[in-house]
């Protein structure tokens, strides 16, 4: 089961009585054993060389099949006969590129043939959790955690970002131990961001996937710039959270920018209203980020929804 966006459990992490805590473990003397992947290019490159990492590490894994033929792949998925799925490329691609959401099997036809040319192919159950968290390197040092939502679409893709948010002690103790097995990679990248995503449950966090690039809004000015030397939000108690529409070209001409304006004259940072879209909000207050983007998403999903919900082949 993936996140549900529209609960928007993200007040569980956007508790500024938790960056003292959060600070103390990050900073903590603590050192974990170094480990270095065999083939670090190769569970970079192919998630299901990763995905088989992972599990030889002890690490719990969506059920996962690998396949370069249509009868494979649908044979998998009526074995296992539940929805959803995700199926994908094996190769990585950066922001879920040629990732696609199956709810039921008579859309695996369709899905399969948008990305048979990415052969082999990988189908996946949803990993069972509480939210999803991302964890961004750079210079091998962690620099700030985000907690991500899932948009409700027939594409597997990023809805909203929130970010920095402080993990429980449990949590951050977790991610520290997967940072272990990831440490070369982080290290050798270099200026080149580093992110690995986890599950997170009340039992365990999970990491599930590894990419490497420049391609997050929030790394760069006036989206917050969280890479920049002085990270003045991780000690301001700001919170930042980054929506991410994708509009019909003509729906975008549609949106009333003004009226948007005006209804989050409060947290609003910046925004882009196009095809692709991005509004960012800031605030102190987590209970009124929260807010102003359930606003936004009332006023701007009903523009996604016939191009994201109704069912039609999927383009690349």
Known sequence: ???????????????????????????????????????????????????????????????????????????????????PLLLKSSKNEFNCKNSYVLRAFRELPDFYSAIDSKLPLLIESFF?????????YQHGQRIFISQTGMHRSLKFRHHWRVFPVFPPAACLKQIKKAESHFSSIIKEAGHLPVRITFAFTKSAT?????????????????????????????????????????????????????????????????????????????????????????????ILIPFETAQNLDYKKPEE
């Not at 069972?128 to 961004?136: C, D, H, K, V």
């Not at 929506?243 to 009333?256: A, C, H, T, W």
């Not at 304006?261 to 207050?285: F, H």
């Open 1 to 83: 089961m993936q996140n549900d966006s529209s609960k928007d459990p993200t007040t569980f992490f956007l508790s500024p009585e938790n960056l003292q805590q959060y600070n103390e473990i990050h900073d903590s003397a603590e050192t974990l054993p170094a480990f270095t992947p065999p083939h670090n290019q190769e569970i970079i490159a192919n998630r299901l060389a990763l995905r088989k990492f992972l599990s030889t590490q002890g690490y719990e894994q969506p059920d996962f099949f690998s396949g370069t033929n249509f009868s494979d792949i649908s044979a998998w998925a009526v074995r296992r006969n539940l929805f």
């Open 128 to 136: 069972t959790a509480t939210t999803f968290i991302e964890s961004t």
């Open 206 to 298: 999970t990491p599930l996937s590894i990419n490497l690039g420049f391609n997050r809004l929030e790394y760069f000015a006036p989206w917050s710039g969280m890479l920049d030397e002085n990270k003045e939000s991780l000690n301001k108690k700001e919170f930042f959270k980054l929506l991410l529409y994708n509009f019909p070209r003509d729906n975008s001409k549609k949106i009333n920018k003004a009226e948007l304006q005006d209804m989050l004259k409060q947290t609003l940072q910046t925004m882009a209203i196009a095809p692709e879209s991005a509004i960012l909000l800031k605030s102190c207050n987590p209970g009124l980020l929260l807010e102003d983007a359930k606003k936004a998403d009332s």
